[in-house]
């Protein structure tokens, strides 16, 4: 099916230092998501994005997050500054219409 | 409150045997996913159903959207499946919203 990656596959950063995550959506698709995972629990969502917007967002979107996609290449996850609790895997998805593909998760640790 | 209740959070069952997995939606739903999560942590769509019934291999999935649960059976189990299994339902806004999740363990 169709793949969607993701870069670095593991990430490990210290507290107040910046990330980017990258995620490379599907070539075609035109919705893009985050989520995020702390580790034993569940996915939760974080932001979507389409046509160069963000079209919502979640309460755990926080103010030190920004996406964007310029000129079509990766869809991108900064953090800026980071903190011990932003440590989790951050999964990327994109989506033509409904189905969402999901990518195979960046971890982040922050120390 | 939560939207998307998934049971049981966790099940055991030995090979060659089979289940079910169920959500409920306190809000109506446009449509649900069903992924598996593997022992890497990736996640691999199942199913997504905007209505009725789909089946692949010895996976079935039903999504009713009037009574506001979609379930996954598994049949046959094998110890590959083992995982972790998640629903996601879409509310008509792009977001979905994924379940607390199934512990699934496949015995020999």
């Known amino acids: 099916g169709p793949k969607v990656l993701q870069i670095p596959s593991h990430q490990i950063i210290d507290m107040g230092q910046m990330v980017t995550l990258n995620c490379d959506p599907v070539?075609?698709?035109?919705?893009f998501y985050w989520y995020k995972q702390i580790l034993g629990q569940q996915m939760e969502f974080l932001v979507n994005?389409?046509?160069?917007?963000?079209?919502?967002k979640s309460k755990l979107f926080k103010d030190q997050f920004s996406v964007e996609r310029p000129d079509g290449s990766y869809f991108t996850l900064k953090i800026q500054p980071t903190a011990l609790e932003d440590s989790a895997v951050y999964f990327c998805?994109?989506?033509?219409?409904?189905?969402?593909?999901f990518g195979p998760g960046t971890r982040l640790t922050v120390l | 409150g939560d939207q998307v209740e998934q049971s049981p959070s966790a099940l055991s069952l030995h090979e060659g045997t089979g289940s079910a997995l169920r959500c409920n939606f306190t809000?109506?739903?446009?449509?649900v996913q069903w992924f598996q999560q593997n022992s890497r942590g990736s996640l691999i769509n199942l199913f997504y159903?905007?209505?009725g019934t789909k089946e692949n291999g010895r996976l079935k999935s039903t999504f009713n959207s009037k009574e506001s649960y979609s379930t996954l059976h598994i049949r046959d189990a094998q110890l590959e499946d083992s995982g972790t299994y998640f629903c996601a339902a879409e509310a008509g806004n792009e977001k979905i919203t994924f379940g607390a999740g199934t512990k699934l363990t496949i015995k020999p």
């Open positions: 809000t109506t739903m446009r449509a």
């Open positions: 998805a994109s989506s033509l219409l409904d189905e969402q593909y």
């Open positions: 994005f389409y046509n160069g917007k963000v079209m919502e």
């Open positions: 159903l905007a209505s």
């Open positions: 070539s075609n698709h035109l919705y």
